[in-house]
């Protein structure tokens, strides 16, 4: 197989070229959202998202720790980091302040009968909340779109980068038995943030990458 380019554009998108070639699917069994839970920082947002959140407040109030509600009471729901990022506001260092726990209930295989019900895993509350019906608002595309992060440089540039983590191996694990590359597997989050006919493009190099022997 040929070597691919370590920077490709979509549009006037770049991204690392793993995101076309790696393979990714959460395995939520395995790790229980422990990314919402693990790392220094909170989730980088948008000012429009802060906003989004502080409308959601209210609604997800009761699900939130203690020590959350005492955080965001003195900080609010985001704060600017050392690197100089707004990042939604933490615990205890770590954990976001909308992590919440619950039993969640995910699909099963194909050759299951019933679902698999994962024993308090860690949710994110807004998310909840949104598919309940008490909110519009998912959650932040920063979250939606991980493992792939996004970076907007000072020019407006934007770039995707594909950010291995170690908490993420079960997910990789689970990706390569699938065969399901990354960017298939975020098409949701990628939709969302970039739109269909970027999407679109964005399969169309793949296809095209694939066809000149560069990916599988």
Not at 68 to 77: F, H, K, L, S
Not at 159 to 181: F, M, T, V
């Amino acid at each position: 197989m040929s070597k691919l380019p370590p920077i490709l554009q979509v549009a006037d998108v770049l991204i690392s070229s793993d995101i076309l070639t790696e393979e990714f699917c959460c395995d939520l069994e395995v790790c229980h959202g422990i990314c919402c839970v693990e790392g220094d920082a909170g989730a980088p947002v948008t000012l429009d998202e802060v906003m989004e959140i502080e409308n959601s407040v209210d609604a997800v109030w009761h699900d939130l720790s203690a020590s959350a509600q005492a955080v965001i009471d003195y900080q609010g729901v985001a704060y600017t980091d050392e690197e100089g990022d707004l990042v939604t506001s933490i615990v205890g260092g770590k954990d976001c302040v909308f992590t919440c726990y619950d039993d969640l209930e995910l699909s099963g295989a194909a050759d299951q009968t019933a679902p698999v019900v994962v024993k308090n895993c860690c949710l994110c509350a807004l998310e909840k909340a949104c598919r309940a019906g008490k909110t519009q608002f998912v959650k932040p595309i920063s979250c939606a779109l991980y493992p792939i992060r996004e970076k907007v440089f000072s020019d407006g540039t934007i770039a995707l980068n594909y950010h291995q983590w170690d908490i993420c191996r079960c997910g990789r694990e689970k990706g390569r038995q699938l065969h399901l590359p990354l960017y298939k597997f975020l098409k949701g989050p990628l939709v969302r943030r970039f739109g269909e006919d970027w999407y679109e493009e964005l399969c169309v190099m793949a296809q095209e990458l694939q066809s000149q022997g560069y990916l599988q």
